[in-house]
């Protein structure tokens, strides 16, 4: 019998932290990272190749917008969060059940060292455990390097969406990236 992702999304199988780059683990993000978190966030919303957002959430906000049993932190042996990623529902249909809408960030200096890349690897395995079969985002076009990244770690760009809302007082476009799972949703 196929698993029903919408049964239980928020809970995957237990998950203990991974090491990998070097000197970096890759573990369950906790409610003491959120300090730490939303710097990382709010570094890569000044870059303004992140998102339309302007300004990180409270650590209230964003931990009622991210399902619980999907948010990864990257750290280093001092325990400075170096990235994280987190997953959102796309919708509250049962027929969306198994699609979530995902964001990565690394601290700025940290960088092409395959934090980025070991965060998704973790997100993707996390998701697929819990039925989830696509994982999906929107980017900025300017931003190659998470173009890249998402590529590389199996995603497909699916379309631009054209103009489709105003930052900082112009018309953006997004590339709208998606990864369908070979394991979950496939019966």
Same mark, same amino acid.
């Given at each position: 019998?196929?698993?029903?992702?919408?049964?239980?999304?928020?809970?995957?199988?237990?998950?203990?932290?991974?090491?990998?780059?070097?000197?970096?683990?890759?573990?369950?993000? !906790?409610?003491?990272?959120?300090?730490?978190?939303?710097?990382?966030?709010?570094?890569?919303?000044?870059?303004?190749?992140?998102?339309?957002?302007?300004?990180?959430?409270?650590?209230?906000?964003?931990?009622?917008?991210?399902?619980?049993?999907?948010?990864?932190?990257?750290?280093?042996?001092?325990?400075?969060?170096?990235?994280?990623?987190?997953?959102?529902?796309?919708?509250?249909?049962?027929?969306?059940?198994?699609?979530? !809408?995902?964001?990565?960030?690394?601290?700025?200096?940290?960088?092409?060292?395959?934090?980025?890349?070991?965060?998704?690897?973790?997100?993707?395995?996390?998701?697929?455990?819990?039925?989830?079969?696509?994982?999906?985002?929107?980017?900025?076009? !300017?931003?190659?390097?998470?173009?890249?990244? +998402?590529?590389?770690?199996?995603?497909?760009?699916?379309?631009?969406?054209?103009?489709?809302?105003? +930052?900082?007082?112009?018309?953006?476009?997004?590339?709208?990236?998606?990864?369908?799972?070979?394991?979950?949703?496939?019966?």
């Amino acid at each position: 019998m196929p698993q029903d992702p919408a049964a239980d999304r928020s809970v995957p199988a237990a998950r203990t932290a991974v090491t990998s780059p070097v000197g970096v683990v890759i573990r369950p993000m !906790e409610p003491a990272d959120a300090g730490q978190v939303l710097a990382v966030y709010q570094a890569g919303l000044d870059t303004g190749l992140a998102s339309f957002e302007t300004t990180a959430p409270s650590w209230e906000a964003f931990d009622a917008a991210k399902l619980p049993g999907h948010r990864f932190v990257a750290a280093d042996g001092g325990g400075e969060v170096l990235g994280w990623v987190a997953v959102s529902a796309v919708s509250a249909r049962r027929v969306y059940a198994g699609v979530v !809408e995902h964001s990565v960030y690394v601290r700025p200096g940290h960088h092409r060292r395959g934090i980025g890349a070991e965060l998704l690897r973790e997100l993707i395995g996390s998701t697929e455990a819990a039925g989830i079969w696509t994982i999906q985002s929107s980017i900025f076009p !300017e931003h190659t390097a998470s173009l890249r990244l +998402h590529q590389q770690a199996g995603f497909r760009i699916v379309g631009t969406r054209e103009r489709v809302a105003r +930052h900082h007082g112009r018309w953006r476009d997004t590339v709208l990236v998606e990864r369908r799972s070979a394991i979950a949703g496939t019966e």
